[in-house]
């Protein structure tokens, strides 16, 4: 999450291990619709509730129309259905979603203060897990390991697979263990 004064209150943050810079997720049709903050003007503009985000479409973007909604997925399906024009998102999760859906379309977007950096929060008062995680966070950051792992998780979160395909190895095997069972249940039944 980002990291805030009111939140400080509440939790411990670790060090930050992401920066990410907000854009805005758009139909690929209306690419040249929207070029600046102004361009918004009458346009329903999804974000997720009590984000940053929704902080942005509600004062960065004058005149739009805001829609703040529970869950993220949700301001999707308003995009994909023409229901809301635009959606306010942070930079990894448009791409990811702009490179598995050709339909759509990430734009970079000027807005004041539009990168942030992401940290983790812990139980207010967990000094000893803040320092172990913070520990952490330093040694994936130095060793590059953060950026194999972020390429890798960018490149599974659209597995676009059929069901065997995902989990034929587990129904087959599930498959064989369930009949070894019934027939020992058999053999020792008749006995």
């Known amino acids: 999450m980002a990291s805030t004064p009111e939140r400080a209150?509440?939790?411990n943050f670790s060090e930050p291990y992401l920066k990410v810079k907000q854009q805005v997720l758009i139909q690929a049709a209306d690419k040249d619709k929207y070029k600046s903050v102004t361009d918004f003007s009458n346009v329903s503009v999804a974000a997720q509730k009590g984000t940053t985000q929704s902080d942005l479409a509600t004062q960065a973007l004058p005149g739009d129309k805001p829609v703040l909604l529970t869950k993220f997925t949700d301001a999707i399906l308003q995009l994909q259905s023409g229901k809301v024009g635009?959606?306010?998102v942070e930079g990894p999760v448009g791409e990811a979603y702009a490179q598995h859906d050709k339909n759509l379309a990430l734009i970079p977007m000027n807005f004041p203060n539009d990168t942030g950096e992401t940290v983790?929060?812990?139980p207010k008062g967990a000094d000893a897990l803040t320092a172990q995680v913070?520990?952490?966070?330093s040694r994936v950051n130095h060793d590059g390991s953060f950026e194999k792992w972020q390429k890798l998780a960018n490149s599974q979160i659209f597995v676009s697979k059929s069901f065997f395909d995902q989990y034929g190895n587990y129904f087959i095997s599930g498959t064989?263990?369930?009949v070894v069972l019934a027939i020992i249940g058999v053999f020792f039944g008749a006995i």
């Open 9 to 11: 209150k509440e939790v």
């Open 86 to 88: 635009a959606i306010v």
């Open 120 to 122: 983790i929060a812990m």
């Open 134 to 137: 913070n520990s952490v966070i």
């Open 176 to 178: 064989g263990l369930t």
